[in-house]
Structures are given as structure tokens and as C-alpha cells.
């Protein structure tokens, strides 16, 4: 390595280490042309393990749960699963045991609150049979799909995309991820959101219309999966807004809490 190009591996790494970027691999470290500027990768702290586990695609699923899909409108007995994403960049991850102090974002005047159990896999591929689907999941954190309402029921009501209700800056909160080898599979269990003390969302993921396994075979007939994948399992009922200075407080079953203050 040139004097040249070790400095310029130490100032990207200065800069990711000064953006909060853990373990992120100087760009240029890697093989073929340097880019010209660098863009870190997204990890996630892995709980009790020294690696982290770096985000390719976030997956969500509408409408998994039957009281949900009722209060935004549909029919949970007909409707087959679908599917949106964020971009990878827009996640916020709260460490345990911090309040992380997240933005209310831009245009919005209705911003909701959606908790989720997340599936985080590490393998994928298509038409993945659902009895086999969660040999692919390495662990599952807590998470929110945070929602700009107001913007998702506008494009709705004109048939356009959800794009800018879904997908924005910090729109997909998540926790640490927790091995499967050691929490197993989340079937069943109390999930909540409480707002400032008061619980708003309190379900059971056994409520879900679709399954973790069959949510991983529905989403791996359209795309193939890969490691690195995490799938937003969808929300119970009882979704509602949120305003500045107000402190959630995200609860699953077999998980440490989660928590953020909207400012
Ligand atoms: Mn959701």
C-alpha cells in the first residue's frame, strides 16, 4: 500500500468512526477502482457476539394482523401477504437500555408508530418451502415501522406508491439482534408500544395472519433472499401518531425493551 492510499483508508475510516459506523470495511480496502467518496455499510450489533450483522435489504409485510388490517381497511380473510421496503440507510439502531433520541421527520403532520417483531436472515434464496424457511433466519431484534400516515393515505387514496408514507430518514428502528440459536423462533408472545406510560398496541405475534416461516416463502417467490435480509413482520393494532417529546417504549416477549423519544 502507497503512503497515498493508507492515508486515504485511515481518513474513511476516521470518518465512519466518527459517524457512529462500527466495523465497516474501508471502501478503499476493497477490490477494483476506489470510489471517490465513501458510503458505510449498515451493521447491527449482535447480542453476546463480537460480529455484527450487516443489513442488505429491509422487507416489510401489511396488514399480518387481523385487528390491524381491519382498522386500515381490508379484509384479513381474502388477502394474500404483501410486501414493501425501506432502504437500508433509513435504519435507526437503538442500543439496550438507551432512549434514542429520533427525529421527527420532515413534511409529515401524522406520524404513526408501528412495532414489529424483525427477522434477520442468514441465507435466502426463491420459492423457499415454509417448512424449511427458518433454517434461514439468524435472529430476531424488536423494531418500529415508523409511518408518515398522512403521506401513506394521500398516494393511497390516488392509487399511487407508499414510497414517501414508508420509506424516509430513520424510518426503520431497530434493536440489537438476538441469535436464534439461543432465543429460538418467535411463534408466540406479548408484543407491545406504550406512549409516554400508557399502552397503545398490545397483541401476540400467535395473532398473526402470516407466519415468519410463510412470510419468508410468500416474499422468496417474488425475490430472492439473501443473507443479510430482515423482514418487518407486520404490526398489531392500534397503530396512532406520535409528536415531539413523546417516549416509546417498544416490549417483546423473550427480548430486552426498546425505546425512543421523538424530538
Ligand atoms: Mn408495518
Known amino acids: 500500500m502507497t503512503r497515498t492510499s493508507r492515508r486515504s483508508v485511515l481518513t474513511v475510516a476516521a470518518a465512519m468512526t466518527a459517524a457512529g459506523i462500527a466495523e465497516a470495511t474501508p471502501a478503499a480496502a476493497q477490490a477494483g477502482p476506489k470510489p471517490i467518496f465513501p458510503v458505510p455499510m449498515v451493521t447491527i450489533p449482535i447480542v453476546g ?8 435489504r429491509i422487507y416489510c409485510i401489511g396488514r399480518n394482523y387481523a385487528a390491524h388490517a381491519i382498522e386500515r381497511g381490508s379484509d384479513p380473510n381474502r388477502e394474500p401477504p404483501f410486501f414493501f421496503q425501506k432502504p437500508t440507510d433509513a435504519i435507526q439502531n437503538v442500543a439496550i437500555g ?18 414489529e417483531l424483525v427477522a ?3 441465507s435466502g434464496g426463491t420459492n423457499i418451502p415454509a417448512d424449511k424457511a427458518l433454517d434461514h433466519v439468524y435472529g430476531y431484534a424488536l423494531g418500529l415501522d415508523m409511518t408518515r400516515r398522512d403521506l401513506q393515505n394521500g398516494m393511497a387514496a390516488e392509487k399511487k406508491p407508499w414510497e414517501i408514507g414508508k420509506s424516509f430518514d430513520h424510518a426503520a ?9 439461543k432465543t429460538g423462533h418467535f411463534e408466540k408472545g406479548a408484543i407491545s408500544l406504550a406512549v409516554n406510560g400508557t399502552v397503545r398496541q398490545n397483541s401476540d405475534l400467535s395473532k398473526m395472519i402470516w407466519s415468519v416461516a410463510e412470510q419468508i ?8 433472499l439473501k443473507a443479510g435480509d430482515i423482514i418487518y413482520s407486520g404490526t398489531p393494532e392500534n397503530v396512532g401518531p406520535v409528536v415531539k417529546g413523546d417516549v416509546l417504549l417498544c416490549k417483546l416477549e423473550g427480548l430486552p425493551d426498546m425505546s425512543i423519544r421523538i424530538v
Open 49 to 56: 457476539e463480537s460480529q455484527v450483522f450487516q443489513v442488505r
Open 120 to 122: 434477520a436472515l442468514k
Open 217 to 224: 416463502a410468500k416474499l422468496s417467490e417474488a425475490f430472492e
Open 98 to 115: 438507551e432512549v434514542a433520541d429520533h427525529p421527527y421527520p420532515l413534511l409529515t403532520k401524522n406520524y404513526h408508530h408501528e412495532v
Open 173 to 181: 428502528v431497530l434493536g440489537s439482534i438476538h441469535p436464534a440459536s
